[in-house]
């Protein structure tokens, strides 16, 4: 079982950069997929990325590819996001989720596939 918490949330403007971080607790990390989430006012909650066990695939809507990056750290229990070129519309409160998966390298793109959801972080674009 994990507990994941996010921070690193903040406001910055429009094509600025902010890394949100997402530590887990519990001593099996690597054993989890994990992504990111957010939702903005009135809108129900997308999916951004993911990334399998090891690290070594990510996936990312379309939105946000080659603007984020997802990364993960399995010996310090993180997850990262690093997002680039920031819009107003990527302004929303983001959430990481993780999962207990089998296959190393699956990479989950569904929230009813995450068992555990942290708190959310905002994050705000201005113009």
């Known amino acids: 079982q994990v507990q994941p918490g996010e921070s690193g949330g903040g406001l910055v403007q429009a094509g600025g950069s902010l890394r949100l971080s997402c530590s887990a607790s519990g001593r099996t990390f690597s054993r989890y997929g994990v992504g990111w989430f957010r939702q903005a006012p009135g809108k129900d909650r997308e999916f951004v990325g993911a990334i399998n066990r090891s690290g070594s695939s990510t996936y990312y809507t379309d939105s946000v590819r080659g603007r984020f990056t997802i990364s993960r750290e399995n010996a310090k229990n993180t997850l990262y996001l690093q997002m680039n070129s920031l819009k107003p519309e990527d302004t929303a409160v983001y959430y990481c989720?993780?999962?207990?998966?089998?296959?190393?390298?699956?990479?989950?793109?569904?929230?009813?596939?995450?068992?555990?959801w942290g708190q959310g972080t905002q994050v705000t674009v201005s113009s």
């Open positions: 989720a993780a999962a207990a998966v089998l296959g190393r390298n699956r990479v989950l793109t569904s929230a009813n596939a995450y068992t555990y």
